[in-house]
């Protein structure tokens, strides 16, 4: 189970890494879309990885919090993935306003010489 | 108390003054001349208190841990300096009434003045170092905008900012000095530091404190080599000049050696330092101001000289050295700013301060000429006025400490009395002589008030010169004995001592004086030299223009070298700082205690090999296939999303499923107005890969698979460690005793840490509200704007018809159905989750989520004409009363008695319903949706309005007959 989840962080991170240093503003996104998934991973995983663990708690006495599952990071990563969509929507923004402006999609709004 | 009213008085009076109207010349004045004479009584006040050699302190604690307080101390010496300060300020108020046009912003000018003000007091009343060193570098600031007040003109801005380069810089080497200086002493309260001379003196840190203390003071005061500033300054209005550079400004810099004096003094490297300096300057100074032709220039060089003649000597230190010192320091600010304001009457009256130009003024301004002149007889050291007084003292320590050893000391100082006299005779020259006929507007006397403040300062110029004790004498006294304590030597303010050393000297002064303005004028061609004979090489302003000019230069070089303006190489550059990072952790792999790994799940293993697989064909495809990749993208957000439901967490699975879908639409929405990029079209490139290019994509994929490897390893690693301890099984116990609900996500986001969840609501509708600023203002491509070729086939007969007709009649007539009747069911889907949110799977985000898309498929639908003329969302409104509704609930709290967002639970039973559990989290829950829907939905519509902008341009205007503006 670890192993997958780490390699699935891993493979969605390098895509992301070789996305955003391609020249293209829209790779770019893709890359920043690509390794909010990895972190937001990442930052799931180190509370552990449980399976069938109940994420509610019933009955407040007699509650042994090994038994359920880690609260902490899944509301960190809840209000990431949120804010995740809000910093996505001002690079689209940017990107488009960027291609207005100069003409070309390029990350530098300018085309690199031949 | 009193003494922190002496500051906050002008402070007060500053920001009053700014908020005037600009035409308000009277009532500045009278704000700003009520506020020094206020200030000035408070300051006359409190003399009898510390007349003999007490002190007044007030303490406020400011930062105890570091030993840091705001001390106000005041003792005789600061006491002269404040009344000096207050008093040139008043006067200086009212000249300004009068000298100021009224085309000039008064307010700014008096605000900045008063600012000023405050600054020197603070320099003069700060009873810990440190404060006085902020306070110091508040009047460089302050000075800085008084000198550049007529920002339009070159030289004022340029004098401007060489002035604050200059003692701006000088500060910040105060700073280190004090800041040593508080390291040896323990301490940086000046009554500690004060009763530690020795020990500093004795220190092996004295030298680099001495330095360091006396570039400040020596830059401030306009010391060689740094006086250059002065004269530049010159470009500030005539009252600033007056106040600067007589009393305020540049005695700072004296203020600070005197009240360092105590401790620093008395060694080798204090004499040759601070008296070498000083004679430089003082030489320098008076000589230059012979061949100024500008009348403010002569006056600036002179300060300069003066200032010069006060350092000396506080430098050869002799007790006496110090009473003329002190003395002089107030002759000079009577008689200096009396100078500078004459000059400023001459150059309002005639429009010109042009020695050259200027003669014969006495008969157009008689009085003023006959101020001027005895002013500067002053200057001079003519007998019976004040300047004659200090003068003869300086030549008498000069002598003495100059004896037969240090012959050229006293020779020095003749040699300064001798340029004085010719540079003051230069001066007057400017009232004798024929009248001139060119000037540029014929003067006459200046209004009454304008001339009282010079004609008050010449009458103490001779009060104080003619009889010293009765007037000065007090004052004096308790300065020199709050300096100098029991080494207060005797000495006898007369004006006669007899026939003596020093009375010589003055004679010999005042003779060959006349006699070198004279020979100078005769054979040297005085009223047309353009260049100061024998001196002119040193030329400071040259070193600190190449400085720097070569500094930009360097500068420029250097971001060559170490920065980039391209995002790609930045980005390398930070991926393998991260590397770079996580290689740091190897060395500790060795320690590493790890659990075995536990079984595979062949499910998840294939989801994510399908998730993998998604990811990096839309790396591959990024680029000539962007709906393609987006979509495989999809995949990979719907992998994750299924390994949150997994690994049991069904708010994130929700939430990332619901994230999912708003971000495709969103990007869906934006892929049309990229340009369009084909491999077909890029053929010829595909083919033939340059070399340069395949090395880039190689290095670039190395670093990807690094980095990808690497924070697979760290996952692995960290995922398989044992678990440390945790503050989230707090959370699960709290959660529903004192939460009141068993989903512990929820209750953590909406009640435990809500003002972290206020903090990313704010956020969010920060970068809604700033999308649809940016995108008011930013156009996007036009030759985007060109309808698509789909929607332009002439076979196909939806071309012809409008997206609302589409839905009536065309193509979409059977969506539409279903669509429009899943509206109402998706809202009640949203307030499901919603409520049940505090505990089950739910709540705010996922349910705002989950309702803004319910209204973008009607968008997406029937266009956005369509929807919104049925349906006015006004989504900024949404984020307005969502933040309003979570800040109050959060408010609430704070009226019981509460901190901020504490969480209340309130059980009501109703009829039907039975009990309901309502906590105030709920409250807060319905503000976080409110802000999602309004958020989401602002965004999403701002973007989809631009296809709207550009058919507008294309097309003829009947066809939008909304008003669209009021809907969004």
């Not at chain 2, 007044?56 to 570091?66: G, K």
């Not at chain 2, 300064?416 to 002589?433: C, D, E, H, P, Q």
């Not at chain 2, 040259?542 to 000019?549: H, R, V, Y």
């Amino acid at each position: 189970m670890e192993i997958i989840l780490a390699a699935a962080i891993g493979v969605l991170f390098g895509s992301g890494v070789w996305l955003i240093l391609r020249p293209r503003s829209f790779q770019v996104l893709t890359g920043l879309l690509l390794m909010s998934y990895a972190v937001n991973l990442f930052i799931f995983s180190m509370g552990l990885v449980w399976i069938d663990k109940p994420p509610l708690i019933e009955n407040a006495e007699a509650l042994n919090p090994a038994d359920f599952a880690d609260p902490l990071p899944q509301a960190l990563v809840l209000t990431a993935i949120v804010i995740g969509f809000a910093t996505t929507a001002l690079y689209l923004v940017l990107m488009l306003g960027s291609r207005g402006l100069t003409g070309t999609d390029h990350v530098d709004g300018v085309e690199p010489p031949q | 108390m009193i003494l922190a009213l002496l500051i906050l008085l002008p402070l007060v009076g500053s920001l009053i003054a700014a908020l005037l109207p600009s035409n308000a010349r009277n009532r500045e004045a009278w704000l700003s001349g009520s506020v020094s004479l206020t200030g000035l009584a408070v300051a006359a006040w409190q003399f009898p208190a510390i007349k003999d050699g007490q002190v007044i302190r007030h303490e406020f604690t400011w930062l105890p841990e570091y030993g840091l307080n705001l001390v106000f101390r005041l003792d005789a010496l600061s006491w002269l300096f404040t009344i000096l300060v207050l008093g040139i300020g008043f006067l200086v108020v009212l000249y300004a009434r009068y000298y100021m046009s009224p085309k000039d912003p008064v307010p700014r000018f008096f605000s900045f003045l008063l600012a000023f003000m405050t600054a020197m007091l603070g320099v003069v009343l700060s009873g810990n170092l440190i404060q006085l060193v902020l306070f110091w570098e508040l009047t460089s600031i302050t000075s800085f905008l008084l000198i550049g007040y007529w920002h339009h003109r070159v030289d004022a801005r340029k004098g401007a900012r060489m002035a604050f380069t200059i003692t701006g810089a000088g500060g910040l080497c105060l700073l280190a000095g004090v800041l040593l200086l508080g390291q040896i002493v323990g301490s940086y309260d000046l009554d500690v530091v004060l009763a530690s001379g020795d020990l500093i003196r004795n220190h092996e840190w004295y030298r680099p404190v001495l330095v360091l203390i006396a570039l400040g003071a020596l830059t401030k005061s306009a010391q060689f080599p740094f006086h250059f500033w002065l004269p530049h300054a010159m470009a500030a209005p005539t009252p600033v000049s007056a106040y600067l550079h007589s009393a305020t400004m540049v005695k700072a810099g004296i203020f600070l050696l005197m009240r360092m004096w105590p401790v620093l003094s008395g060694t080798q490297e204090w004499v040759w330092l601070v008296a070498g300096a000083g004679v430089c300057t003082m030489l320098i100074g008076s000589f230059f101001a012979i061949f100024q032709h500008d009348l403010k220039g002569l006056l600036a060089y002179s300060t300069i000289s003066h200032l010069g003649l006060i350092t000396v000597l506080l430098g050869i230190s002799t007790p006496l050295g110090i009473v003329a010192a002190i003395f002089h320091t107030m002759n000079h600010a009577i008689f200096k700013a009396s100078l500078f304001m004459a000059a400023g009457i001459i150059d309002h009256e005639s429009q010109t301060r042009d020695i050259r130009i200027l003669s014969g003024l006495y008969s157009m301004l008689p009085i003023t000429a006959t101020l001027a002149i005895v002013a500067s007889a002053s200057m001079a050291g003519v007998p019976l006025l004040n300047g004659f007084l200090s003068k003869e003292m300086f030549f008498a320590e000069a002598v003495q400490i100059g004896g037969t050893d240090n012959w050229w000391m006293s020779w020095a100082a003749l040699a300064m009395g001798i340029f004085s006299v010719a540079y003051s005779l230069r001066f007057i020259s400017v009232f004798f002589g024929p009248k001139a006929e060119d000037l540029p507007q014929i003067p006459h006397e200046p209004p009454q008030w304008m001339r009282f403040p010079v004609e008050l300062l010449v009458l103490l110029c001779l009060v104080v010169g003619i009889i010293p004790a009765l007037s000065v004498g007090p004052i004096l006294e308790s300065a020199v004995i709050a300096l100098l304590g029991d080494r207060a030597p005797i000495y006898n303010l007369a004006v006669w001592h007899g026939f003596n050393l020093p009375l010589m000297m003055s004679i010999a002064a005042l003779v060959c004086g006349v006699t070198l303005y004279f020979i100078l004028r005769q054979f040297f061609d005085l009223r047309n030299r353009t260049q100061v004979p024998v001196l002119h090489p040193i030329k400071g302003i040259k070193i600190f223009d190449s400085i720097l000019q070569n500094a930009t230069v360097a500068a420029e070089g250097l971001l060559k070298v170490v920065a980039t303006r391209h995002l790609q190489p930045q980005f390398m550059i930070i991926l393998i700082g991260l590397l770079g990072a996580l290689l740091l952790i190897v060395p500790l792999l060795s320690e590493l205690q790890l659990q075995d790994v536990s079984a595979i799940d062949p499910f998840f293993a294939v989801l994510w090999i399908i998730g993998g697989a998604c990811a990096v064909a839309a790396a591959w495809s990024a680029k000539y296939h962007r709906l393609a990749a987006l979509l495989l993208i999809g995949g990979t957000g719907l992998a994750t999303s299924v390994t949150f439901l997994m690994l049991s967490a069904p708010d994130l699975a929700l939430t990332q499923l619901m994230v999912e879908t708003v971000t495709t639409v969103l990007i869906l929405l934006g892929l049309r107005w990229l340009p369009p990029r084909l491999a077909s079209m890029e053929k010829e490139l595909y083919e033939h890969i340059p070399m340069r290019v395949r090395l880039r994509r190689g290095r670039d994929f190395f670093i990807a698979v690094f980095c990808g490897l690497m924070i697979a390893v760290v996952s692995c690693i960290a995922l398989l460690s044992p678990r440390g301890e945790s503050i989230s099984e707090f959370f699960l116990l709290k959660s529903l005793p004192e939460g009141g609900g068993t989903n512990v996500v929820n209750v953590l986001l909406v009640d435990f840490r809500g003002f972290d969840t206020f903090g990313e609501i704010t956020v969010l509708a920060i970068v809604a509200l700033t999308v649809f600023a940016l995108l008011r203002r930013f156009r996007p491509a036009p030759e985007s704007a060109v309808a698509p070729r789909q929607q332009t086939n002439a076979v196909d007969p939806a071309v012809q018809q409008t997206t609302a007709e589409h839905v009536a009649l065309g193509y979409m007539r059977i969506p539409a159905v279903y669509l429009r009747f899943l509206l109402p069911f998706m809202a009640m889907v949203a307030i499901y989750f919603f409520l049940r949110g505090h505990n089950l799977p739910g709540g705010g985000f996922v349910a705002g989520l989950i309702f803004s898309t319910a209204v973008i498929l009607q968008y997406m639908l029937a266009g956005t004409i369509w929807v919104e003329s049925r349906l006015r969302m006004q989504p900024y409104k949404w984020i307005a009363w969502g933040l309003l509704i979570a800040g109050t609930t959060g408010l609430g709290a704070w009226f019981l008695g509460y901190p901020f967002l504490t969480s209340h639970t309130a059980h009501v039973t109703l009829p039907l319903l039975g009990e309901l559990h309502l906590p105030s989290a709920f409250m807060f829950d319905v503000g976080v949706f409110m802000v999602v829907v309004g958020s989401t939905m602002l965004i999403l519509i701002a973007l989809s309005h631009q296809t709207l902008r550009s058919h507008r341009q294309s097309s003829p205007p009947e066809k939008d007959a909304l008003s669209l503006r009021s809907s969004i």
